[in-house]
């Protein structure tokens, strides 16, 4: 499931296989990376609008969106 949604600081969000992302930086091609909210977590992800492009890194951890 995708949607977006906020941090509790109101930056961007973007929940993905029940993992929140928060958006860390754009890209000149118009792509934005999502990063995982877990400070331990080196997963990322690259989203064209709300598609899913590239995911980098495994979500090796237990915490996830209810």
């Known amino acids: 499931m995708k949607m977006n ?3 509790n600081k109101g ?3 973007f929940v993905y296989k029940d993992i929140k992302c928060r958006e860390y930086y754009g890209k ?3 792509n934005v990376c999502f990063g995982c909210t877990v400070k331990t977590s080196k997963a990322r992800i690259e989203t064209n609008d ?3 492009v590239a ?3 495994d979500h090796d ?3 996830t969106v209810a």
Do not use: L
Request: hydrophobic share 15%; proline share 0%.
């Open 55 to 57: 995911e980098y890194g």
């Open 28 to 30: 000149k091609n118009g």
């Open 61 to 63: 951890h237990s915490d």
């Open 50 to 52: 709300v598609i899913v």
């Open 5 to 7: 949604s906020e941090t």
């Open 11 to 13: 930056k961007t969000c």
